[in-house]
């Protein structure tokens, strides 16, 4: 089941006007640019945001999200109807003979199962081309990211539509590989609180290549995120042909 961030109708336009600026992104475009890649899969796709600047880059796009609110946002935003939307996980996509599938943010780290893990990397070898890749983003377990959540002061902001929101986050267990999070929002208009729980898996450099080994890639490279460096690895992981 999808957070409630990306699941629930009140919430989701809330995401957008948070994450405001995603800095990540122009990273995957490069990626994408690197790599020669023309037909893309966006894993775990959210309200739209890469697989938009995918799009407008002249890419074949296909997004797939668990979380029918977060596509409706998403198909919103497509106003040239060129992307595919597909409600559903990794393992319910065709195969595509896709040149690339991505999952940025914290995609990676919402299979907290062994078993949901490698399904998910067993979809997306299936989605993709032979020699085709996947690329994707991972905190780093030594970072403690969790320490940086708990001094979290909260934020403002005015989102189109429905007025000020104020959002507080607080780390609420932390038991090694899982973190749990809670998001509260606010709703200034009419005193609504609403909250959505987050539970992500922290895995080493060595339990994600293993892991994607086992699920038939080779891996490339692991680099920093450029917006981030020191908090992540960014795997860039090969489809070996079956």
């Known amino acids: 089941m999808a957070d409630a961030i990306y699941a629930d ?19 995957y475009l490069a990626i994408a640019d690197e790599l020669g890649a023309e037909r893309v899969l966006d894993v775990g796709c959210g309200t739209g945001s890469l697989a938009i600047v995918l799009a407008e880059s002249g890419r074949t796009v296909v997004g797939v999200d668990p979380a029918e609110a977060s596509l409706d946002v998403a198909r919103a935003k497509d106003r040239s109807g060129r992307i595919t939307w597909m409600h559903g996980d990794a393992t319910a996509v065709p195969a595509l003979g896709a040149d690339l599938a991505v999952m940025a943010g914290n995609v990676a780290q919402v299979f907290l199962t062994g078993d949901d893990w490698s399904r998910t990397l067993l979809g997306i070898h299936a989605a993709l081309r032979p020699g085709g890749c996947l690329v994707f983003e991972t905190r780093r377990p030594e970072r403690r ?6 001094a979290d002061t909260g934020r403002t902001v005015d989102v189109p539509g429905v007025g000020t929101v104020e959002q507080h986050m607080e780390a609420i267990e932390v038991k090694l590989p899982f973190v749990s999070f809670r998001f509260t929002y606010r709703f200034l208009a009419d005193g609504a ?5 987050s539970t992500l898996r922290f895995r080493d450099r060595d339990e994600v290549a293993e892991s994607l080994v086992a699920c038939g890639f080779r891996v490339l490279d692991v680099r920093e995120a450029p917006d981030r460096p020191g908090r992540e690895f960014v795997f860039v992981a090969e489809r070996v042909a079956a």
Do not use: C, F, N
């Open 9 to 27: 109708r009140r919430l989701t336009p809330v995401y957008d006007a948070l994450e405001g600026d995603r800095g990540d992104l122009p990273a």
């Open 145 to 150: 990211a969790w320490e940086d959540w708990a």
């Open 193 to 197: 609180i609403l909250t959505s729980d």
